[in-house]
C-alpha cells in the first residue's frame, strides 16, 4: 500500500497568517493526490484535486503544488471558516489512502 | 447537482451485521462509481472499497476482504455496503462518496452513518 505521511497533525494560526500544510507519498503517484477539508460533525469536502487544480466554488486562497512525491497545501490567508482538519489522499492506486489528517486551530 | 443521502445511524451486536445504503440523485447513476470510506472516533479516514453500479463490480480493501460486500441497485440509484463479523473497533462513521474522471475525485460524499458496535 501507498503510504502517505501527513504533517504537522496540529497546527495553530491566526486569522489572516499564511500556512503550509505537506504530504510525502511513499511512491510516485503520478499528480493522483486530493486535499480535503473536514469540519466536525460533517462529511470532508474536496478542495484540490490532481495537485494543484481547484474544485469549483473552493476560494482562491487555496493552493496546491508538488515536488516529486512531496506535496503542498498553502491557505494564504486564513479565514475563520478555515479552521478545520485537512486531509490528504492519493486516489493513483487503490487502497486509495489518506494522510493522517491536520488539525488547524486557533 | 448530484447528492448522496445515507440511511440513519445504526446500533449492532458484535458478530453481527450492518447495512449502510448511499442513495444518488441528481446526476446519471450508471456513470458512477461509489467508494465506502470510514472514521473511527476522532480518527482519520480510511477507504473500505468501491464499486462500479453499471458493472456491479467491486474491489475490497485487502483489510476489509471477506467481511465486506458492496452492492448496488441501479432501479433505485442506491449503492449499499454491507459489513459483517462486526467488532467493537468496527464503531466508525461511514460515508460513500461518488468518483469521478481520471483523477477519481471523490465528490460529493454522503452524510455519513454512524455505525455503533456494542454488546
Known amino acids: 500500500d501507498i503510504q502517505m505521511t501527513q504533517s504537522p497533525s496540529s497546527l495553530s494560526a491566526s486569522v489572516g497568517d499564511r500556512v503550509t500544510i505537506t504530504c510525502r507519498a511513499s511512491q510516485s503517484i503520478d499528480n493522483h493526490l486530493n486535499w480535503f477539508q473536514q469540519t466536525p460533525g460533517k462529511a470532508p469536502k474536496l478542495l484540490i484535486f490532481a495537485e494543484s487544480v481547484l474544485q469549483s466554488g473552493v476560494p482562491s486562497r487555496f493552493r496546491g503544488s508538488a515536488s516529486g512525491t512531496d506535496f503542498s497545501l498553502t491557505i494564504s490567508s486564513l479565514q475563520p471558516e478555515d479552521f478545520a482538519t485537512y486531509f490528504c489522499?492519493?486516489?493513483?492506486?487503490?487502497?486509495?489512502?489518506f494522510g493522517q489528517g491536520t488539525k488547524l486551530e486557533i | 447537482q448530484v447528492q448522496l443521502v445515507q440511511s440513519g445511524a445504526e446500533v449492532k451486536k458484535p458478530g453481527s451485521s450492518v447495512k449502510v445504503s448511499c442513495k444518488a440523485s441528481?446526476?446519471?447513476?450508471?456513470?458512477?462509481?461509489i467508494s465506502w470510506v470510514r472514521q473511527a472516533p476522532g480518527q482519520g479516514l480510511e477507504w473500505m472499497g468501491r464499486i462500479i453500479p453499471v458493472f456491479g463490480t467491486a474491489n475490497y480493501a485487502q483489510k476489509f476482504q471477506g467481511r465486506v460486500t458492496m452492492t448496488a441497485d441501479r432501479s433505485t440509484t442506491t449503492a449499499y455496503m454491507e459489513l459483517s463479523s462486526l467488532r467493537s473497533d468496527d464503531t466508525a462513521i461511514y460515508y460513500c462518496?461518488?468518483?469521478?474522471?481520471?483523477?477519481?475525485?471523490?465528490?460529493?460524499w454522503g452524510q455519513g452513518t454512524l455505525v455503533t458496535v456494542s454488546s
Open positions: 462518496a461518488r468518483m469521478i474522471d481520471q483523477w477519481n475525485r471523490f465528490d460529493p
Open positions: 441528481g446526476g446519471s447513476f450508471d456513470t458512477f462509481t
Open positions: 489522499q492519493q486516489s493513483f492506486i487503490t487502497p486509495y489512502t
